[in-house]
């Protein structure tokens, strides 16, 4: 038996072995007890383990490698070779002494062996008790590592075959040990990724950095409907010192964590998508300009395509009727599809929905669905072949619809569409679009219940202003009324122009402060006293005086308005004014002079007197009377803004009508921020004769 290795190379151990057994790892003594239970064999091992060169101790009794017997007892040596010679084999631990006189613990396996010349020698080896004890333990830890570790264990051959696996990877698969052992991985984890999975292996496999934590979807024999999702670590077998080449493994399934991390990011994008719809949606009171905004919170985030549809009621009250075919107006419309998705989302305008139709349903529920684009939704709801068609080709593969209901009334309804690419809608996504729906809903509401009263408030404005002013032959007149777009059609400005007796006119102009119905209100009743006591030969001041307690009497705050009386058979004005802005004359030489010594505080303050004053106007003399929105505007002083007024009017052609508009374009923005009105009198002077 050699003591060194072929080759003259040291030894790596106490006995040489291929490189990787467990021989490297546990140091192991040999040595020979003779008949007379003298050493015949000494190693190297047996001189690293006992501490004796092999001159010290080769025909010496052998128990020069125990401890003393204690008195009267047999040698320890002797019983080993006793039992070797008599056992044929046997195996124990007992106490050794090193030449340095330290006793330690020592396993001892011994067989007898017969030489050429019949002669019986007991061969033993012998290796430290606590080296084999760490053997033992970390091959038990490995076996038990393999029978119950939860996580997959693989080893594969430099072919990617398996080798040895564990019960968790076996029912991972859902096949029995035995049918993976010899079969390449690529025959059991089935994967989708065009061989990235498989490339990835065979890196590992020829030598390369080791893969930790790669997600991988696959499918197995076993289980060919489930997909799974699996975390996998790959390392070189090669990279341990004399394993077989290969490929080691672990493999985890978590395919429920991925799916509560997709579900977890989904949910984010959805509060994140409702966000975002709180922000965009409802930024106007105009139905049209809503549902837009309802269309481009949905798409693409949360659809290929999306339509928004109002009900046209053909009567009140406004009851749905599931017996009676619903028409809606598709109002918004928005996809990311090509052609003829896009035909098909706004190729239409008008749409009848039979009874029974999925919209009829959902309706009846109140609540949004989710319905599949096939057969049975074309025959239900789809009455037009060729719009079947188009959806057919569209791309499409399932629709959820949502009611739009606000107060107890259906305004409509809102389709989101998803092509095949895309997953099917679920619950959290029926959620998700009936929060939209909703809040969609109610603005759709506001933006209709502010239509019928900016109605009503249009139809008493126009019925309150003037529809045709009073004409005279010394008086011509240009009048423009421009509502303010900001806030509402509907203010409370007007003018007037009103016939006297003795060819004289009056010219009014008022605000009354705020907006809608009630402003629209107020000042159709101060036009009509207006109109009233003018007729009742008042001076100006004395007319704004009744004015005011006209005012005062209908509770109305804050009103302003501007008097002029014009007479042409003497040339002169009459003017007074309650805090209106102040008149202009443009003169026939160009020159513009504001009437600035009109003083007096608003209608409806009440206790201050007014004051009239006087003034003569030159033939062809142009007035110019309007209200504060032609002269105020934001970051813009109100000197400023007459400035502008002036320059506009010094440069006056001779069409009144031409100068009025020009001035509007020119000094209101587009659109105005305020109401306004401008009125332009050119006045003559009567003489005898003249008709």
């Known amino acids: 038996m050699p003591s060194e290795p072929s080759g003259g190379e040291k030894a790596p151990g106490p006995l040489w072995s291929e490189p990787g057994t467990l021989l490297e790892h546990v140091p192991v003594a040999v040595l020979g007890i003779d008949e007379d239970d003298r050493i015949c064999y000494w190693g190297p091992g047996a001189q690293d383990l006992f501490g004796h060169g092999p001159t010290a101790v080769l025909s010496k009794p052998a128990g020069v490698l125990f401890p003393d017997p204690p008195q ?14 008599t056992l044929g084999y046997w195996r124990g631990r007992l106490p050794a002494r090193h030449l340095d006189g330290a006793v330690f613990d020592c396993g001892f396996r011994v067989f007898p062996v017969t030489g050429a010349g019949g002669r019986s020698v007991v061969m033993a080896l012998a290796s430290r008790s606590d080296e084999l004890d760490r053997v033992k333990t970390n091959l038990a830890f490995l076996d038990a590592l393999f029978e119950t570790c939860p996580i ?64 991988v979807g696959v ?122 998705a896009t035909d098909l989302v706004s190729g239409l305008e008008n749409v009848t929905y039979p009874p029974g139709s999925a919209i009829h349903r959902m309706l009846l529920t109140g609540r949004p669905v989710s319905v599949l684009v096939n057969d049975e939704f074309m025959t239900r709801t789809v009455i037009h072949q060729a719009r079947a068609q188009l959806l057919r080709d569209s791309g499409l593969a399932c629709i959820l619809i949502a009611p739009l209901i606000a107060r107890g009334t259906v305004q409509g309804l809102t389709m989101f569409g998803r092509s095949a690419g895309r997953p099917a809608f679920t619950e959290e996504d029926l959620s998700l679009a009936g929060e939209l729906a909703s809040r969609a809903a109610l603005c759709l509401d506001n933006a209709r219940l502010y239509s019928r009263v900016q109605d009503i408030a249009l139809t008493l404005q126009r019925a309150l202003l003037p529809s045709a002013l009073a004409t005279s032959p010394y008086v011509e007149v240009a009048h423009r009324y421009l509502p303010g777009s900001h806030i509402t059609e509907v203010g409370g400005d007007w003018y007037d122009v009103i016939n006297l007796s003795g060819d004289r006119v009056a010219l009014v102009v008022g605000d009354v402060m705020g907006h809608g119905v009630p402003a629209a209100a107020a000042m159709g009743r101060l036009r009509i006293t207006a109109k009233a006591l003018a007729r009742h030969n008042q001076e100006p001041d004395d007319l704004l005086s009744e004015l005011d307690a006209c005012a005062q009497e209908a509770g109305i705050e804050l009103a302003t308005c501007l008097y002029i009386l014009y007479d042409p058979t003497t040339g002169r004005a009459r003017i007074a004014s309650a805090g209106h802005p102040p008149p202009l004359v443009r003169h026939p030489d160009g020159t513009v002079e ?39 505007a934001r970051g813009q002083d109100i000197e400023e803004g007459l400035e502008a007024v002036r320059a506009e009017l010094r440069r006056a052609p001779v069409q009144l009508e031409e100068t009025a508009d020009r001035m509007l374009s020119s000094l209101l923005p587009d659109p105005p921020d305020d109401d306004t009105v401008l009125v332009l009198a050119r006045v003559r002077r009567s003489r005898p004769g003249r008709a």
């Open 72 to 85: 009267g007892a047999p040698d320890a040596s002797v019983r080993l070779a006793e039992r070797g010679r």
């Open 152 to 215: 997959g264990l693989v080893m594969l051959d430099e072919e990617l075959r398996y080798v040895h696996l564990n019960q968790a990877l076996a029912d991972m698969d859902s096949l029995p040990i035995g049918e993976h052992l010899g079969r390449r991985m690529e025959e059991i984890m089935i994967t989708s990724d065009g061989g990235e999975y498989q490339r990835i292996l065979r890196t590992v496999a020829d030598g390369g950095q080791p893969v930790v934590g790669a997600l």
């Open 219 to 340: 499918r197995t024999p076993g289980d060919p409907d489930r997909d799974q999702v699996r975390s996998v670590s790959f390392f070189p077998l090669t990279g341990a010192v004399g394993s077989r080449p290969g490929v080691g493994g672990l493999l985890v399934d978590v395919t429920d964590r991925e799916q509560a991390i997709m579900e977890a990011t989904a949910g984010r994008q959805r509060l994140a998508l409702l966000d975002r719809a709180a922000a965009r949606i409802g930024t106007t009171l105009d139905v049209d300009v809503t549902a837009r905004e309802l269309v481009a919170a949905a798409v693409p985030d949360f659809s290929d395509a999306s339509v928004v549809e109002v009900v046209e009621w053909m009567d009140e009250p406004e009851v749905f009727d599931p017996e009676l075919p619903l028409v809606t107006r598709r109002i918004a419309a928005g996809t990311i599809l090509p052609p003829p």
């Open 594 to 632: 504001t009437i600035s010594d009109v003083l007096g505080v608003p209608l409806g303050v009440g206790g201050q007197p007014f004051k009239t004053i006087e003034i003569t106007l030159p033939e062809d003399a142009i007035l110019a009377l309007y209200t504060d929105g032609l002269i105020e």
